[in-house]
């Protein structure tokens, strides 16, 4: 009886061993049908970091090809993207297709996933934290990213960082919650589901999540900024419009950008009367005089309108960017004034020979 009794207890014992025969921590944690990795940790990295390098490269080849104007900056952003595209769609995707059998396969996805367990055992037990963030990952910011690079590489500004902002307020939300919930744990149930060594505390949970701290919080930056810019000078060219569109009294402020001749003839302080239908001599030589000698309050009104434009041209070119609303109505406005100058200098050239 008493050996029948051993029996069963070292039975218990060797199945509760093969039960826990892995090496995740907490040590009681079950991981079924675990099988240990096939290749050297330098294979699987150096296959997986291989590939993913050689995408962001050619994502940024293919970017600097298509738009020419793009910076090393932006391309260095555009790697980012591709870089989180690829692991958000491909990498966390594969997880939550096959997170029941993970611990069990063998393929470079699955190798890779059981060696960043070993900082977070909790990938290996279908933990339902992780299914739900991977989930929303691999659904929402994964697209997203790719979404991202095609509006840098297709210079699309307002469309980048509307991603790009929505996309970094993901990362942080998700890197806030991973932390948090693994802080607590070990905190107030003395659950760790790391290993102590440097190596996986330090390198792969702190060390491998860091760049989703860092990065997303500079691109939040940089998107508020430029979206704040943008706004601050739309609401000073609405602004300018109000103002000139009350004092002309003409409810728009299309005179100020007009390239008509009957502007630029303002402008420049004259007035050209209409041809009077006779042909006799001195009504187109009164005509001529009128022309040279415009009214007081003609040349009085066109002074008032070119110092207002002067305005509006200096404010434009301090205030004008590249790609902004202030420097390509300037632009427009300048084109504008010289073709309607040049069509005016004909007129009067032809009246001269008349």
């Not at 055992?121 to 739900?132: E, G, I, Q, V």
């Not at 630029?264 to 187109?284: A, P, Q, V």
């Amino acid at each position: 009886m008493s050996s029948f009794l051993k029996f069963l207890v070292s039975s218990g014992d060797a199945s509760s061993s093969r039960r826990h025969k892995h090496p995740y921590y907490p040590r009681e944690v079950v991981v079924p049908n675990y099988a240990p990795n096939t290749y050297t940790l330098p294979m699987v990295l150096g296959a997986f970091g291989g590939a993913t390098a050689l995408l962001m490269v050619g994502t940024v080849a293919i970017g600097k090809k298509v738009n020419k104007q793009l910076t090393w900056k932006d391309a260095g952003v555009l790697a980012w993207f591709t870089l989180c595209g690829f692991l958000h769609c491909f990498f966390e995707g594969y997880y939550v297709l096959n997170h029941a059998t993970l611990a069990s396969k063998q393929d470079i996805f699955a190798q890779l996933w059981k060696e960043y367990a070993l900082s977070d055992s909790r990938y290996m037990t279908s933990d339902p934290f992780m299914l739900c963030i991977e989930t929303l990952t691999v659904l929402t910011w994964g697209p997203l990213s790719f979404l991202a690079v095609f509006a840098i590489i297709k210079g699309n500004t307002s469309l980048r960082h509307i991603t790009q902002t929505i996309v970094s307020v993901g990362h942080l939300y998700g890197v806030a919650l991973y932390f948090g919930t693994c802080f607590f744990q070990e905190k107030f149930r003395g659950i760790s589901y790391s290993r102590p060594e440097t190596l996986y505390y330090w390198v792969y949970y702190a060390g491998m999540n860091a760049p989703w701290v860092i990065v997303p919080a500079i691109l939040l930056f940089q998107s508020s900024k430029t979206i704040s810019q943008g706004l601050s000078v739309l609401n000073k060219v609405k602004s300018m419009k109000g103002g000139s569109s009350s004092t002309s009294g003409s409810g728009s402020s299309s005179s100020i950008y007009s390239g008509k001749a009957e502007s630029i003839r303002s402008f420049d302080g004259s007035s050209e009367s209409k041809s009077s239908n006779s042909s006799s001599s001195s009504s187109r030589k009164a005509d001529k005089e009128s022309k040279r000698e415009p009214s007081r309050d003609s040349r009085d009104g066109g002074e008032r309108r070119r110092d207002r434009v002067s305005e509006q041209a200096a404010y434009f070119r301090d205030e004008g960017r590249p790609e902004s609303i202030a420097e390509s109505k300037y632009e427009i406005w300048e084109e504008n004034r010289a073709d309607a100058r040049e069509q005016l200098r004909k007129k009067r050239t032809t009246g001269r020979r008349e």
